[in-house]
């Protein structure tokens, strides 16, 4: 039986802030003792007159420490036995499931995809979640509607309608957990319709293909040549995926005739056209192109997303549909939300107040930058390359001479540098002119590893 | 043109905290004028000189306030034609999509499964969120492991063992969007697998069942006696899914024979159980009764969620995993993380500080106050009622004299209080002796409504 305090080999450090805080730092550091294995099962503690002794506090303030402990399940306490370590399964270290490979991360990271999450606005973030949360009606903690909280709908009506020139109503948006879950959302919703395959670009991202797939549905791939990707080749398919403001990952906006020509096709066919907006916030050289959506509300679908204005792990997407297809859309997302109410509440709260524009303005000027640094240093140490798609977003893509993507890449694996050969956005069945080029993600760096990673880039150009 | 503020119409509250508290409550409440329509489109604002003149505060100022407004797209400055209000599509009220229903609150709430939202931890809830945001690694906010954040997995691991005795590794850990999701991402598991059916219990939730349903799984009854469910029934069913610590909605503990009877049959065919531990943080009069899972990890999935003892809005749940199944769950989840990244870190938080086991412990004090009152109160008014079920959980089970029940709810929808008869929870094929009874959530109501939705109750019963 341990007597003295000292053989239980405790760190405790009692703040002196009154016997409520001398309560809580004792219960704290047995807890600490416990979990930690400091203090083994069937340990028993001294008695609360002892410690008390032993440590020059109330024997009371020990007592209520215990009792705390015994209420959490972490000591027990039993007449005539005394105040013990309870008997609990402990965690070994290791495991028996198999490991998930978590890649190393590369020394410099140029991957397109993620902003700069460095410079997430945590303490904004912050604040306006503690708005958001000192006003919200109790009930918002229930089970909720399935389209997402009617605060951040309607915040997102008018923003998308100010800086997108989105049309629509908070009705008839729907929260989704980021772009993809949006996607797989349609994907069902397409093949409960009776749609066979939904058509996409020659240059993409593969999953977002294969969550068509996954969903039952063929994904064609349109031509794509100089004035952006060709609607002139659809048919009937359900559904066209489109990236019109900003074409992933070639950079280019889809040329005005062919978004016309796109609407049309969707009006005359009852096909859906699917806009995917990722990066509409980030524009430098010219004025915004507006959100294909507000040609024709009835036949657009537009997405987006916080994964790039603000970050991944937010899991915020939002689609605005045509009216007629909300009840279709709940249906296949399932009657229960899916999104945790507190980051849509405070997600409202930050486009409301200007937090958000105040952000993506400032992300503006500093993608910017960085863009307008990778220019320069490209076309002064390797005037072969060809720096394009510059006007918007996160990314660019460099022109490489015929015949030298492949080896560039192995060049970058030998030096540690992620990032992406343009054939990997390649559709299989791609209708497009062959190019080596590269596709440079500038936003994903933090403003630290940013140099190293431009240097890096520099050093395997041709 | 507008050249005096007072022709303007809006509301403006500067509160004197210096240029920057100026310039921002200036900002704000343009802002909010032209948001709200009083300043319409086209509108041009006063020059910045005579709005200046007309509020005694700097020039700079309000130039600095317009600024911001133009880049946020509020406002449009021209050379010759000053600062307007920008034209943008205004949402106007009333909608053109299909309304959804949102039935009246009613009066008195008593509709199980939801616990007091009102008695939410706010406070402690945002403080977890701060030190969890001040120490999280900035690529945490990234596109993340489809299992979820390993903090909140590792916490999760702790805390089960401790408090349910489950056994199990941070690895084996899918953290979900609630009982919901988990239950989907299952049924696509089981249906790959090539099960045809999962065996359910006689009594439960619809949504459930319609949830395996939807995957195209059959889902047979098992009998239920007083013993609770009879796995004798089962044969070659891919899965069960029990509530084996408190049988939702008759309240009771799955017998032990029963308990080890469902373990067998697993091993022997093959088969999983699926337990839904809803709600075994809530005890009251006994000790508590472990997760079955403990009993075989490698044949019981542990289904967990933040729903009862925290809130439905969270939408946090968790599936606790046999190592094997891992990878079969997340291709069926999805391969990016569903779930938002800062209420997982701030679960996690929440669980390791010791915040949560605080926050269950002063909340099973009250649920307990409430369901001592309501039994007292049931006893004496309506002698013919038995109150069961009550040694645990957010909801009792109060039994009727036959042939009553119907008219009970009946009187119920009279008197605008909401609860569930205990058909509205039978299986169409249930194999168990009929009871007339009620289903009474008493973890529902705020703490003000609580006392008049039991009154209510009496004055409907028998």
Redesign the interface.
């Known amino acids: 039986m341990a007597e003295s305090w000292a053989t239980l080999g405790v760190d405790l450090h009692l703040e002196p802030v009154g016997a409520s805080g001398l309560r809580r730092g004792l219960?704290?550091a047995l807890?600490d003792a416990v979990?930690s294995g400091r203090l083994a099962s069937g340990t028993r503690l001294p008695s609360s007159r002892s410690l008390a002794a032993d440590l020059g506090i109330a024997r009371n303030t020990v007592a209520e420490a215990y009792a705390d402990l015994v209420?959490?399940?972490?000591l027990t306490a039993r007449q005539g036995s005394g105040t013990r370590v309870?008997d609990?399964?402990?965690?070994p270290p290791?495991?028996?499931?198999?490991?998930?490979r978590d890649p190393a991360?590369p020394a410099y990271d140029l991957i397109p995809g993620?902003p700069d999450?460095?410079a997430?606005p945590?303490t904004e973030?912050?604040k306006a979640?503690?708005r958001a949360?000192?006003t919200a009606p109790?009930?918002?903690?229930?089970?909720?509607?399935p389209?997402g909280r009617p605060e951040l709908r309607s915040a997102l009506?008018?923003y998308l309608?100010?800086?997108r020139?989105?049309?629509t109503?908070?009705?008839?948006i729907v929260i989704t957990?980021?772009f993809?879950?949006a996607l797989?959302i349609l994907g069902t919703l397409l093949r409960t319709r009776g749609a066979r395959s939904v058509a996409v670009e020659s240059y993409g991202l593969d999953?977002h293909w294969g969550?068509l797939r996954d969903a039952g549905l063929r994904t064609p791939a349109l031509p794509y040549d100089e004035l952006g990707t060709d609607p002139g080749a659809l048919r009937n398919e359900g559904a066209v995926l489109l990236t019109p403001a900003h074409q992933f990952p070639m950079g280019t906006p889809l040329h005005p005739d062919r978004r016309a020509a796109v609407v049309d096709w969707a009006r005359h066919t009852g096909g859906l056209v699917l806009e995917d907006d990722y990066d509409g916030e980030f524009r430098y050289d010219r004025q915004p192109v507006g959100a294909l959506q507000?040609l024709d509300p009835d036949r657009v679908v537009y997405l987006g997303t916080a994964?790039k204005s603000l970050?991944?792990?937010?899991?915020?997407g939002w689609m605005v549909?045509p009216?007629s297809l909300?009840?279709e859309a709940i249906t296949a997302k399932?009657?229960?939300?899916?999104?945790?109410?507190?980051?849509q509440l405070t997600l409202a709260e930050f486009l409301v107040?200007?937090a958000y524009?105040r952000h993506v303005?400032s992300a503006r000027l500093r993608y910017r930058r960085r863009r307008d640094a990778l220019a320069a240093a490209v076309t002064e140490r390797s005037p072969e390359v060809r720096v394009t798609g510059i006007a918007a977003g996160l990314h660019v893509l460099l022109r490489l001479p015929p015949g030298t993507e492949q080896s560039v890449v192995q060049a970058a694996t030998w030096q540690d540098l992620a990032l992406h050969g343009l054939a990997f956005h390649r559709h299989p069945e791609a209708v497009a002119e062959p190019l080596d080029a590269l596709v440079v993600g500038y936003g994903t760096p933090?403003d630290s590893a940013w140099s190293g990673a431009l240097e890096a880039l520099c050093r395997v150009l041709p």
């Open positions: 219960t704290d807890r979990r209420a959490e399940g972490w309870a609990r399964a402990v965690i290791g495991s028996t499931a198999p490991r998930r991360r993620t999450l460095a997430f945590r973030w912050l979640g503690r949360l000192a109790f009930d918002a903690l229930g089970y909720g509607d389209r009506a008018g309608a100010r800086a020139g989105v049309r109503r908070p009705d008839s957990a980021g993809a879950h797989r999953v969550l507000g994964s970050a991944p792990g937010l899991r915020l549909l009216p909300v009840e399932g009657q229960v939300d899916t999104c945790g109410v507190l980051d107040s200007g524009d303005r933090s």
